[in-house]
């Protein structure tokens, strides 16, 4: 009896839906003669579906989601500045809610130059690093607000939250793969200026580095961190920093590795007690939806992601070799979002 | 009768020393016909002190910096790790306070990619724009704090705190600039997630901008910030950013432009309550200190940050020229810390 992995797509706003597409004529051409089946929902979750009902994400919506072993998003978020959208966070009440409540405390992006990729750097050197991004706490808990709101007297407080429990947890993911990887371990931060929630991560990552004395642990502050990832990014291995720190840095290590059209991600539960989330770090793109000029490598590579969570690691390595060579390929003509995809799938199946 | 300048001067540690004397040596030179003399106090201030006498910044010291006109500053801080240090923060206590204490709301940082600085990306086009970072608020407050130190229950919090007060005055100091440059502002923050701070970012950047229509206003959240910073860092005329995006952006800007071995800044009160404050926006860098190998070109532009902020306006182009002459000149052979510096009074001079 083949297993049956259960799987909520979400397709979201702008380029998601057309990115999605790809990557799951991608998920299906790497499954169609493994032993599993993959049984997919699809959900309506985003600006439109906000824009037409007013909901974001229903306990009712929040359930059914979770009912499932993986996710897939495409990308959420409508129109910048479009005033209907003006009340909505798409983000926080969509993308980041799934995030917390399903307890995805890490978030891994990994970012490497595939040969040919096209990237901003005169001499890249090898790239190959993964970010290992706090999911569930830092600034990014909400714990804000303000008073006087509106008038010229008004104080607007925002409180990064962190735990020990946190932190630790999402380090111990990080040694384990840098013990799969190079043996290299860089916690980012800014322990001069947060010297209290820096100081805490210093001695969590100082503790845990002693259980793995085989991984060298070295630290940077945020604004030099930046520095490396333009003039020397091949020393990285692994980096585990916090959640904002992780955002600002996957963005700008995407744009240095041939740009966030390749750039995938996935939220990862690795307790496996809610289901992980695996989404392109790519926005929904309004401007360019419709008209099948994105690049849906980003979300395919994130099916790899995914289906290496799922421990179908042949299937995984088979869709990144897939991508990576198509990839290699490229000379720069246009392809439609469809034709790369197309393009991918019949390197699977080759 | 001349004007006479009190100039406070704070060589720090490291290469501090080293880079301000060649610093001094230009102020020197371009002021030697001017109408002004600047009356120098030196003042011994930094790791090296601490470990003397385990005084960081004392009351008397504030007091004594604070009665001059302005101030020149090298760089603070010790050796990473050095036990001795271990209970010091002399970035918070001594170069931070003197930014909160002196009310350095305005952190200016131009980022130039001069002709024939080496730059890390393959097509830089031409790059000019000034980071305006605000000084006194957001996460830099010292606003955190932790319980359950040090257990497997530590909780530690860090509040970003901001006031309309402190962002409407650095908001009008950055259209003011864009008004003197090329008339486009960028306001860089990360409104989806940070809400209430960012949303008071948002409404003061537009209320402003309604009183300035020349200037085109935009919005980047901070990590797609980091991107143009390396695909199309020539769309940025003017950023105006919080204390901490500040932070980052800027190293990352300096790298992106030939090397924070060339990157100024000003830490300045605009309202002339306080004196403003000069300094490389590089660190003390010990692991090079006392080898004549530190490049003083960013602690010599920033002299003639200072020299523009004293509306010595000429004294200052002709620093920041003779400076980009010699850069424009470099042909990657090695020179120590005082040829670059006598090299630009050379240039200077002629
Ligand atoms: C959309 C936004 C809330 C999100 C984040 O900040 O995490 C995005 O930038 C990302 O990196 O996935
Ligand atoms: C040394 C440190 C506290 C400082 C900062 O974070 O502001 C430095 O990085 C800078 O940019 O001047």
Redesign the interface.
Known sequence: MSRVVKLAVIPGDGIGPEVIAEAEKVLDAVTESAEVTFEKTRFSLGAARYLETGDTLTDEDLAAVASHDAILLGAVGGMPGDPRLKDA?I??GLL?KLRFALDHYVNLRPSVLYPGAP?????PGEIDFVVVREGTEG??V?N???I??????????????????GI?RVVRFAFAQAEKRRNKLTLVH?T??????G??WK?IVDEVASEHPDVAVDYLH???A??F???NPGRFDVIVTDN?FG??L???A???TG??GLAASGNINPDGAFPSMFEPVHGSAPDIAGQQIADPTAAILSVALLLDHLELSDEARRVTRAAREDIEARDGSARTTAQVGDAITARLRA
């Open positions: 966070n983000e926080r980041l990237g901003p750097l005169a001499e600034p990014y909400g804000g607000g303000s006087r709101t509106g008038t010229p007297h008004e104080i607007a407080n925002e409180t990064s939250v962190n735990t020990a429990f630790e800014k001069n200026v947060l010297v209290h929630a100081g805490m001695r945020v604004d030099a930046t520095i990832l333009v003039t904002l955002d600002i996957t963005d700008l995407g744009a240095v740009g966030i």
